[in-house]
Every structure is written in C-alpha cells, then in structure tokens.
C-alpha cells in the first residue's frame, strides 16, 4: 500500500493589533481581531489595567489576547526614539547643530523675562502720568500677558500634560511593546497600530522586519482632549505627521474625519471604516420586565447609553426635558459612575426631574450594550459639536442603537446625521437651542407611526449596511495588500431577505 500524500496547510499570516490600554475596553478593537481571524492569526496586545485579575496570555476563542504590566517611562525615551525614523541627514544635523542653538534659546528665554521685567517697571513709573503716558507701557503689558498665558498658565499645563502622556502611555508603549515584539521568534506579517500612542513602535518594526503596517486612527489625536490647546495640538500633530507616512494604509472612522486627516498630513487616502456592531441574526431578546420598563411605566422610553464625559452633551438633554411632557416620555441614562455622572444627577435632581422622568441606570458589560439597549424605543446621541473629534464622531452607540431597533434622535452633527438620514431612522435637534430636542420628544410621543417606522428602518439598515460584515473587509483587504473593495459590493454579496 502506497504512503498516502501528506497535505501540507500553509500557515495563517500573523497580524499584531497593538493598544495602549486593556484590550477589551474597546469595542471596535473586538470587532476587528474577531473578524480577521478568519483569515488571519491574530494577537491582540495591550496593557493590563493595575489591580486587574485579567490573566496575561488569554485565548478569547478565535484570536489571542497578550496583557504586558504597564510602567511609566520617561519623556526623554520617547523623544529619543523618534530619531530612528527621521532621515538620516536630518539626525547628524540636530546632533551637529544642536548643541550650537541651545545658547541661543536660552539667551532668547533671558531677553524675554527682561523685556515682560521692564514691560512691569515702565507701567509703575507711567501710571501716575495719565492715560497718555501710560500707552506707552501697553505693548509691554499686552506681551507680558501673553507670555504669561502661553509660558506660565496654558502653556505651562499643556507641557505638563503632553509630559503626562508621553510618561504614561507614548513612552510605555514605544518601550514595552517594542521589547516584546523584538523578543517574538515569530515575527508578525501585519502589525495593526489602534491610535496615535502605538504608532512609533508599529513604525520601528516595520523599519527592522519589514511588517506591513496599518494604522486605525479612532479620532483626530492632536484635538483629543476637550481642553487643548496650542501647544499640544502642534506637538502631536507633528509627532503624527512624522509617523503616519511609514505606513501603508490608514484608516479612521468616517469619511469625513478621512477627508480631514488626508488634508492636515497630505496623505493620498484615508480609508473609512465606521464604529458598527457585528450583525448578529439571532441577538439576545431585552429582558422582559425590566427595571427600565417598570419605571417608564408605560412613557416613552429615551435612551443615552455610555461613558459620562464633557463635550457629550448630557447637560443639555436634561436641561431639555425641564420641557418635555414627563407624562409622556422618560430618559433613563446609562454609564459607568463617574464624577461626570454624579454632576448630572445633581442637575437632574436641582431641576427636579431626577426619579420623575429623568432615571440613572447602572452599566451593563460591553457584550450586553446592544441587548441593553433594546429595551428603549429611542435612541439620543447627545455629543456636542465642538472640535473636530465630536463634530465628525461615529460614536459605538449609533451603530448599537440601530442593532438594536431603536429610533435615533441626534445632534446637528454630520456624520451621524448623513447616516440617521440615509437610513430613515430618525430626527435631529440642535444643542444650541434645547427646544428643539424637546419638539423632537413631543413629536415622536405623539406620532407612533412615524416611531415604528423609524425603528424598522433602523434594524433594517443595521442588517443590510451598518454593520461589520460590511465595512470590516476594508481591514483584511489592507492587511493582503489589496485596494478595499467598495461597501457598496459588499452589501450585494452579504445583504439578506429584506424584513417584513
């Protein structure tokens, strides 16, 4: 009897998705290994949050899990790293030239205390000169102050908090990650960077073992933070200008937000994958009798559901039921506690509204979000349109919503709106003048036709369109090396019989 041929099964390719932060915090990291894995092998890894009894090596069922400890490192480790990815030339002539401006700097520091010193002087020894004289101490005046905003007061906090960061969470993750990829026997083929703070290491492999290097930017870094300012924008948008031309591909959560990016760092394309759920045909029902329902007690049921932070515009939406019909409609509002939450219980409860129409809800596990959600009839995606990130935000809870059945009311922002739009889903309002939020409420509470309608294009939409099954293929088209197919295919391959 001849030996029977031995079928030899070419191993998976091995993708790398890096985090600066426990892996399951976020869902759209969830979204992308699960679906990968179908294709590829893939390692999810991240940093253990202290205190956690999450285990170091886990296996999540289709894809790995690395949890590292996390330790501050100092700024100057970070600062020094960038070097390896500047051109050459560019590193002699800093280490050359360096040296030589520093005296100039310090000496520039020096004339600038001297002239805000004579700027105080003169203004003490004009004042008593009359109004005339003293325009003469105005422009000492006008740049004392404003080197003292810029130096001393904003200036002064956007250093420390650019110093923050780069200790606790760029420099920890440039240090650590890069360790244990340089220790791997087995190098990865696709190294998947989520955000800005995990760039430099995905950079430095690609640099020294030829990975293919995709980055997924979840929002615009340089603006993150709600409280921003010059400094701190330039800096990070400098340190991502630097970065983002080593890789291959990028990609963030919108077109719009694509459009931006591709324009700041004169990128050729930005690629768009939005913030949508995985299509789950057989979904979990809510829980019958549920707290949400026993305290509606019949009313309308208006959902916010997620993390109470500032720019989310919760203020606005309980200030806005102050003019809603109580007997008509409840918003119950769901998140984890925090000192934001707290601050809104207590406008809620300054307005009187708190336990009569206004309900705080506990927070469900990341899995339960969409089930949870479902126990609602609407909803409301509150986020303030301030800077960039929250004016062009896909926010988790609009494609959970929509998976969920729900009709959507949102704020006058772009994306969301263009999306609610296409889909039929909903209404609008505008933060600026909370009447209108309230309108929305009274006129969803009066034509329920026009509620069940939305909520069924909403699911509908959800199936056919909004969901990962869709626009997560972008992924695995970028890890192959190949230009994404159009979601508009993919709809037709994947889209099934339409609802009743």
């Excluded at 409860?349 to 009569?356: V, Y």
């Excluded at 469900?364 to 609602?376: H, I, N, P, T, Y």
């Amino acid at each position: 009897m001849k030996d029977q041929p031995i079928l030899l099964v070419a191993p998976k390719p091995r993708v790398l998705m890096i985090c600066a932060h426990e892996p399951t915090v976020d869902p759209r990291i969830r979204w992308e290994a699960e679906f990968a894995a179908q294709q590829f092998d893939v390692t999810v890894l991240g940093f253990k949050e202290k205190g956690s009894s999450a285990p170091d090596n886990e296996d999540a069922g289709y894809y790995k899990i690395v949890r590292l400890e996390r330790c501050d490192v100092s700024p100057i480790y970070y600062l020094w790293r960038l070097k390896d990815v500047l051109p050459r030339p560019l590193v002699t002539s800093l280490l050359i030239f360096g040296p030589l401006v520093y005296p100039f700097l310090v000496l520039g520091e020096l004339v600038v205390r001297i002239l805000v010193a004579l700027g105080r002087q003169a203004k003490a020894v004009l004042g008593f000169a009359g109004k005339r004289l003293t325009t003469v101490a105005l422009p000492f005046s006008l740049f004392k102050a404003w080197w003292q905003g810029r130096a001393r007061g904003e200036g002064r906090e956007r250093y420390h908090y650019i110093m923050c960061l780069l200790r606790m969470q760029f420099g920890p993750a440039a240090a650590i990650f890069r360790k244990y990829i340089d220790g791997l026997n087995d190098k990865p083929d696709i190294i998947h960077c989520n955000d800005l703070d995990t760039l430099l290491p995905g950079v430095l492999a690609k640099k020294r073992y030829g990975c293919r290097l995709v980055f997924d930017a979840h929002e615009f870094f340089p603006v993150a933070d709600s409280l921003c300012g010059w400094l701190d924008t330039k800096f990070f948008s400098l340190v991502e200008r630097l970065l983002i031309h080593h890789v291959n591909a990028v990609v963030t959560v919108n077109p719009l937000l694509a459009d931006a990016m591709r324009s700041a760092y004169s990128l050729s394309r930005v690629y768009s994958v939005p913030n949508v759920e995985i299509w789950i045909d057989n979904r979990a029902p809510p829980v019958a009798n549920s707290r949400m329902a026993t305290l509606a007690d019949g009313r309308l049921k208006f959902l916010f559901q997620g993390r109470f932070t500032p720019a989310r515009g919760i203020e606005e939406i309980i200030r806005a039921w102050s003019l809603v019909d109580g007997s008509k409609a409840a918003l119950f509002l769901r998140g984890p506690d925090n000192i934001w939450r707290r601050a809104a219980m207590e406008l809620a409860g300054e307005l009187r509204l708190l336990d009569q129409s206004v309900y705080f809800l506990d927070a469900v596990s990341e899995d339960m979000l969409v089930s949870a959600a479902a126990e609602a009839d609407v909803g409301i995606v509150p986020y303030l349109p301030l800077s960039i990130n929250e004016r062009l935000s896909c926010p988790n809870k609009l494609s959970q919503y929509m998976h969920a059945g729900l009709m959507i009311i949102c704020n006058d922002l772009p994306y969301v709106k263009s999306v609610v739009a296409a889909a039929d889903a909903g209404l609008s309002y505008t933060s600026k003048d909370i009447s209108t939020l309230a309108s929305a409420v009274e006129l969803v509470a009066k034509d329920q036709k026009l509620l069940r309608r939305c909520q069924q294009n909403a699911l509908r939409f959800a199936r056919d369109d909004f969901n990962w099954q869709v626009h997560g293929k972008t992924f695995l088209d970028l890890y192959a090396g190949n230009e994404p197919a159009e979601p508009t295919r993919r709809r037709a391959e994947l889209r099934s019989p339409r609802l009743a």
